[in-house]
Nanobody
């Protein structure tokens, strides 16, 4: 199994910045792509940004130019730098990883429990 623990959420004013982290632990054999998703009240969960093991990234149009995803493969840690935050960025942010664990026949998706980001106007 793989455990994902997010941190770094909180309350920030519009225009401010936050940095989210996601630490992966467990009997990890490999981590393929990792990503951040978010879910606002009453809305579906949506992809914010994703990064491959090689560092290729893609972003939701709504966050391009404001958010930056990165990862430290040696530490199995994912980051999301969020700048110029807007009230519409308010949501629970979830870490996702597609990973293989020792002894498992195939890779799987894993999810963290989420961290709340609230942006006040």
């Amino acid at each position: 199994q793989v455990q994902l623990v997010e941190s770094g959420g909180g309350l920030v004013q519009a225009g401010g910045s936050l940095r989210l982290s996601c630490a992966a632990s467990g009997s990890i054999f490999r981590i393929n792509f990792m990503g951040w998703y978010r879910q606002a009240p009453g809305k579906q969960r949506e992809l914010v940004a994703r990064i491959t093991s090689g560092g290729s990234t893609n972003y939701a149009d709504s966050v391009k130019g404001r958010f930056t995803i990165s990862r430290d493969n040696a530490k199995n840690t994912l980051y999301l730098q969020m700048n110029s935050l807007k009230p519409e960025d308010t949501a629970d942010y979830y870490c996702n990883a597609n990973a293989g664990v020792l002894g498992a026949p195939y890779d799987m998706d894993y999810w963290g429990k989420g961290t709340l980001v609230t942006v006040s106007s």
